[in-house]
C-alpha cells in the first residue's frame, strides 16, 4: 500500500523553527516528485514547495527564503524544514506525492496519494 | 501565477440531486486541471485529473469537462458520503494553484 506519513508538528513561538518529516512506503521513492501543501484552520489547500527526483526545488513566493524541502532516497523521507515562523504558518502541513500520467499523447500530473497531515501552530 | 476561482461556495443539496461545480482559470491551461475531494479532518482525495480523466476506484457518479479557462466537476445523483468540499487544481504551470473550494452542504 502507497503509503505517506507526516510528523513533526507542533507548537512554535513566532520567529521559531521546526523540521517536519513525511515517511514513504509502498512505491520507489526516488523516482517521485514530491511535495508539501498547507491548509490554515478553516481555510484551502496552499502549495508549498517541491522536490523532483532530479532534486530541482521550486517555492511557493509566500515561503522562499524561511522553508528548505530536502529529501533523503535512502531513508525514503521528505522534509521541510520551517524557519522565522509567522502567526500566518499556523496551519496541517501535507506532504503529496506527485505523479505523473499520459492522457492522449500529453502528460499530466497531480497529487496521489497525500498524507495524513501534521498541525502546526505558531503562537507566543 | 495562475488564478483558481471556484463556484459556487458553498453549495445546498439534496442526496440524488445532480451537483455542478465550476473553476476558472485566470488563463488557459489546456486539460491541466485536477479536482479533490475533502472530508472535514481529513487529507484531500484525487477524483479527476487531466480535466475528465476518472481516477481508479472513484465512483462513475463523479465526471469532470472543460478546457482552456472553465472547468465542470458534476455529481450525478448525489449520495450521503459525497457531503464534503471540493478543490480544483491547476498542474499547467508551478505553483500549482487551487481553487478556494466549494462546499457541498446538506439541504
Known amino acids: 500500500e502507497v503509503q505517506l506519513v507526516e510528523s513533526g508538528g507542533g507548537l512554535v513561538q513566532p520567529g521559531g523553527s521546526l523540521r517536519l518529516s513525511c515517511a514513504a512506503s509502498?512505491?520507489?521513492?526516488?523516482?517521485?516528485?514530491m511535495n508539501w501543501v498547507r491548509q490554515a484552520p478553516g481555510k484551502g489547500l496552499e502549495w508549498l514547495s517541491y522536490i523532483d527526483s532530479a532534486s530541482s526545488i521550486y517555492y511557493a513566493d509566500s515561503v522562499k527564503g524561511r522553508f528548505t524541502i530536502s529529501r533523503d532516497n535512502a531513508k525514503n523521507s521528505l522534509y521541510l524544514q520551517l524557519s522565522g515562523l509567522r502567526d500566518e504558518d499556523t496551519a496541517v502541513y501535507y506532504c503529496?506525492?506527485?505523479?505523473?500520467?499520459?492522457?492522449?499523447?500529453?502528460?499530466?500530473?497531480?497529487?496521489?496519494?497525500w498524507g495524513q497531515g501534521t498541525l502546526v501552530t505558531v503562537s507566543s | 501565477d495562475i488564478q483558481m476561482t471556484q463556484s459556487p461556495s458553498p453549495l445546498s443539496a439534496s442526496v440524488g440531486d445532480r451537483v455542478t461545480i465550476t473553476c476558472r482559470a485566470s488563463?488557459?491551461?489546456?486539460?491541466?486541471l485536477n479536482w479533490y475531494q475533502q472530508k472535514p479532518g481529513k487529507a484531500p482525495k484525487v477524483l479527476i485529473y487531466?480535466?475528465?480523466s476518472l481516477e481508479s476506484g472513484v465512483p462513475l457518479r463523479f465526471s469532470g469537462s472543460g478546457s482552456g479557462t472553465d472547468f465542470t466537476l458534476t455529481i450525478s445523483s448525489l449520495q450521503p458520503e459525497d457531503f464534503a468540499t471540493y478543490y480544483c487544481q491547476q498542474s499547467y504551470s508551478t505553483p500549482q494553484t487551487f481553487g478556494q473550494g466549494t462546499k457541498v452542504e446538506i439541504k
Open positions: 509502498g512505491f520507489t521513492f526516488s523516482l517521485y516528485t
Open positions: 503529496a506525492r506527485g505523479v505523473k500520467g499520459i492522457v492522449g499523447t500529453l502528460s499530466f500530473n497531480w497529487f496521489d496519494p
Open positions: 488563463q488557459s491551461i489546456g486539460s491541466y
Open positions: 487531466a480535466a475528465s
